[in-house]
């Protein structure tokens, strides 16, 4: 398999979805709320060019597991 770009980008976002679905598997638990807690990152760049304008806004909710998901992802890509 080609390794390119957009294959690692594939590996991020589901690195990043599946450790956020663990998070939210284990939020019950009350033990492991050190890996759960998460912090948002808001982005939002926007313009008025007058005759073009754009808002954009990106939230990352992160947490220790999300970070381990991404981890193990670029791992695995690395591995391929």
């Known amino acids: 398999m080609k390794k390119n ?5 594939l590996f991020i ?13 284990l939020k019950q638990v009350p033990g492991l709320s050190f890996l759960t807690d ?3 990152v808001n ?3 926007a313009a008025d060019l007058y005759v073009v304008s754009y ?3 990106i939230r990352l909710e992160l947490s220790i597991l999300s970070i381990l998901g991404l981890v193990a992802a670029i791992w695995l ?3 391929m």
């Open 5 to 9: 770009g957009w294959m690692l980008l």
């Open 13 to 25: 976002v589901l690195g990043l979805l599946t450790g956020a679905l663990v998070q939210r598997w």
């Open 38 to 40: 998460t912090t948002t």
């Open 43 to 45: 982005w939002s760049p």
């Open 55 to 57: 808002d954009l806004t």
């Open 77 to 79: 890509y690395r591995k």
